[in-house]
C-alpha cells in the first residue's frame, strides 16, 4: 500500500505557522515511507474564499520547499462528484432532508440549553415523508445512534466517541452546495489518502467523519484512513497563537529574514525531539522523525529559539546557499551588490555577527555603496582631537600598499600604532568608523580588504576632512 498524506487549507487567508507545521509532519510521513504528498485546496466556503488566499498558500509552499506530488487540487472543480455522493446516501438512507427553519433549531438549542442538555440537531427529520423538492431544505447525514467511534490516534492515543453526542451534520446547503465534512471524507477516500494529518481542532470532526466513510465504504471500496491530530501552538501568553503574537504568516517569517529550512527545523522541534538534538538536515528529518514521538501536549512558539536555530543556519550553510536567500532582501533593501567584492566572501565576513538574512543585508551596505553620514555614537566615542593625524598616517601607509591583502593591511595597522606611539584601542576603532561609518564590523584587516583599496582611501581622505573640521 502507498503511503499518501494530504495538506488540504481553506484559501479564506494566509498559510499560516500552524498549517505549515501539519503539512510539514504530513510531507515528512509521505517523504519516510516514498508515498505522495497531496496538496487540496479546500474553497468551498464561496463567501470567504479568494485568489489572493489560494496564491499566498502556493507561494507559502514553494518558499518553504514543501514539494507536493499531487496537485492543487480544487474542491470547487469536484462539485458534481460531492453531488453524486450526497445522492447516494439518501437512496441508501444513510442522509436525508431537513426543512427545519433556522427559527425552529434556535428554539430547539434554546430549550436544550434550558434543560442543560447539550445543544445538537435533535432528529426531527429523520424519518419524515418528504423529498425535499418542494420546500428548501438542506440534507443531513444519519449519524448512527448506537455504539462507539473509536479513534486509535496515531498522536493522542485512543480516542472514544459515543454515537449519542454526534448530532445529524448538515452535508450539503439548501443551495445544494457541499460542506466540509461531505467534501473532506469524498476527497479523502478518492484520493486513497492513508493517514490524515491535521490539527487537533478538528478531533470533533473525526467521529462524525469516521461514520460517513464506513457509510460510504461499500460504494467507494476504501479503507479507512489512519488519524493523527498535532497539538495547537500556543503564544507565550498560553493562548493559542493568533495575529496578536506577531507574525504568523509563514511569508512575513520571509521579510523578517528566517531561512524556510530554519523555520521548518524549529517547527519540527515545537512537540518532537530526537534525543538531544536541535538541528536537522532535511534528510535527517525524513529519517528521524516519527508521527507517534510527536507530544499530544500543546507547544509555545517563542520567538528567541527560532532566532536562535536561524543564527545556526547562517554560521553553518554554504555562502554560496546563503547569497540565494539574500538576494531577495538585497532587493527589498534596494541594494545593488554588483559594482564591490564577491557576495560570498562578504557573508563568510559576516556570518557570525547576524541572526536574520535581513540583519545580514543591512549590516554589508558599506561594502558596495558609500555613506553619506557617519554613525553619531561611533563618531562621538571614537573621533577625538587626534584623530586626523591617526587616520592621515594610516592613509598614508595604505596608499603605498601594492598587494591589497588582509595580512598586509594589518602589518601596516600595527606600523602605525608603533610610529604613533598608540595602541590598537586608540587607533583601531577610527580606522573602522572612517571606512565602514559606523563601529561595528568584522576584524579590520578583513573588511577593508573588502571595501578595497580606492574606496578605503577615499573614505580615508573624507573622514580626515570630517573630524578636522569637527574636532580639531
Not at 84 to 102: K, N, P, T
Not at 117 to 130: S, T
Not at 417 to 434: F, I, N, S
Amino acid at each position: 500500500m502507498t503511503v499518501k498524506t494530504r495538506f488540504a487549507p481553506s484559501p479564506t487567508g494566509y498559510l499560516h505557522i500552524g498549517g505549515v507545521r501539519t503539512a510539514l509532519y504530513s510531507w515528512l510521513h509521505a517523504r519516510q515511507y516514498n508515498g505522495k504528498f497531496i496538496l487540496r485546496i479546500e474553497d468551498t466556503d464561496r463567501e470567504r474564499s479568494t485568489q489572493e488566499s489560494v496564491e499566498a498558500i502556493i507561494e507559502g509552499m514553494n518558499w518553504i520547499g514543501l514539494g507536493y506530488d499531487e496537485g492543487p487540487i480544487f474542491q470547487t472543480d469536484r462539485f458534481d462528484r460531492y453531488a453524486e455522493v450526497i445522492s447516494q446516501l439518501i437512496e441508501q438512507g444513510d442522509a436525508y432532508h431537513c426543512v427545519c427553519s433556522r427559527e425552529e433549531l434556535d428554539a430547539m438549542r434554546e430549550a436544550q440549553r434550558a434543560n442543560k442538555e447539550k445543544p445538537r440537531y435533535n432528529g426531527k427529520c429523520r424519518d419524515a415523508k418528504h423529498n425535499g423538492a418542494d420546500v428548501e431544505s438542506v440534507i443531513r447525514f444519519r449519524n448512527p445512534v448506537e455504539g462507539d467511534v473509536v479513534i486509535d490516534d496515531l498522536i493522542k492515543g485512543q480516542i472514544i466517541i459515543n454515537n449519542r453526542e454526534l448530532d445529524d451534520l448538515i452535508i450539503a446547503r439548501s443551495d445544494g452546495t457541499p460542506t466540509y465534512n461531505l467534501t473532506v471524507v469524498v476527497d479523502d477516500l478518492d484520493m486513497g489518502v492513508t493517514h490524515v494529518i491535521r490539527g487537533d481542532d478538528h478531533i470533533n470532526n473525526t467521529p462524525r467523519q469516521i461514520n460517513m466513510m464506513k457509510a460510504l465504504g461499500t460504494i467507494m471500496r476504501a479503507d479507512l484512513p489512519k488519524f493523527a491530530h498535532a497539538p495547537m501552538i500556543l503564544g507565550d501568553d498560553g493562548k493559542r497563537l493568533s495575529k496578536r503574537h506577531g507574525a504568523v504568516s509563514v511569508m512575513q517569517y520571509r521579510d523578517e529574514g528566517f531561512f524556510p529550512q530554519a523555520l521548518l527545523n524549529y517547527l519540527l522541534r515545537l512537540g518532537w525531539s530526537h534525543e538531544d538534538q536541535e538541528i536537522f538536515s532535511r534528510e535527517e528529518m525524513i529519517e528521524l522523525f516519527k508521527l507517534e514521538n510527536v507530544n499530544g501536549a500543546p507547544s509555545t512558539f517563542n520567538t528567541k529559539k527560532l532566532l536562535w536555530v536561524n543564527e545556526q543556519y547562517i554560521k553553518t550553510l554554504p555562502a554560496a546557499e546563503i547569497a540565494e536567500h539574500l538576494q531577495w532582501h538585497l532587493d527589498d533593501q534596494r541594494l545593488d551588490v554588483s559594482n564591490g567584492p564577491a557576495l560570498n566572501d562578504v557573508i563568510e565576513a559576516h556570518r557570525d555577527r547576524a541572526k536574520t538574512l535581513r540583519e545580514l543585508a543591512a549590516s554589508i551596505r558599506y561594502y558596495y555603496e558609500d555613506f553619506s553620514e557617519y554613525d553619531e555614537k561611533a563618531t562621538k566615542k571614537h573621533f577625538k582631537t587626534a584623530t586626523p593625524n591617526i587616520l592621515q598616517n594610516l592613509s598614508d601607509k595604505f596608499s603605498k600598499l601594492s598587494d591589497w591583502n588582509a595580512e598586509n593591511i594589518q602589518a601596516e595597522i600595527y606600523a602605525s600604532c608603533d610610529e604613533l606611539e598608540l595602541g590598537m584601542g586608540k587607533v583601531g576603532p577610527a580606522l573602522r568608523v572612517a571606512v565602514t561609518g559606523s563601529g561595528t564590523s568584522p576584524s579590520l584587516d578583513i573588511t577593508l580588504a573588502l571595501v578595497g583599496q580606492q574606496r578605503s582611501l577615499q573614505r580615508l581622505e573624507k573622514s580626515v576632512a570630517f573630524a578636522k573640521q569637527k574636532y580639531a
